[in-house]
């Protein structure tokens, strides 16, 4: 009389390892041929100011041209209000009319500075122009920005999404 055997059946066990072998070769065979030539490096452009004394209502700012290509563009200051009254002040970063941009808005205290960063990401199917600025209501004290910087990046892709 036989008893049942407990121990699993290892009928099969050959053939899958042996499809599982192929599998592996093929994924190190195609990983083997996809290079570094698949991707473009990202090209860096960046613009700078330490300071740039803000009188007027608008600002002294920054307009130029980037070519075709998707690009990551930030833009970031520190504005120093330099009278003795709260000031509304607005810097906006833009990709063209009716095209992508960001605005931030904040109070500047008297005699106080406050941090600005403004992100856009963009593709421009031909050169197109990127421009930066801050505003402020006629009349009110003069503003120190400081520490400009703006600087875009250009990407091999760009997937920008609402996820709202």
């Known amino acids: ?8 059946s290892h009928r099969g ?4 390892l042996s499809a599982l072998a192929v599998v592996v070769a093929a994924g190190a065979l195609l990983a083997g041929n996809a290079g570094p030539a698949a ?9 700078w100011d330490n300071e740039i004394v803000h009188s007027g209502s608008l600002s002294p700012g920054f307009s130029g041209f980037l070519g075709a290509g998707s690009y990551t563009i930030t833009a970031k200051l520190y504005a120093e209000n330099t009278g003795f009254s709260a000031i509304g002040y607005l810097c906006t970063v833009g990709t063209g009319p009716n095209s992508d941009g960001d605005i931030t808005e904040v109070t500047l205290a008297p005699q106080s500075r406050h941090s600005i960063f403004l992100n856009v990401v963009h593709h421009y199917p031909v050169t197109g122009p990127l421009t930066f600025a801050c505003s402020k209501p006629v009349g009110t004290p003069q503003v120190v920005m400081r ?7 250009k990407v091999n892709t760009l997937d920008n999404q609402s996820f709202g």
């Open 13 to 16: 066990r050959g053939l899958r």
């Open 1 to 8: 009389m036989s008893m049942p055997s407990t121990l699993p």
């Open 147 to 153: 520490q400009v910087k703006i600087t875009a990046v």
């Open 39 to 47: 991707a473009v490096p990202p090209e860096v452009i960046s613009r």
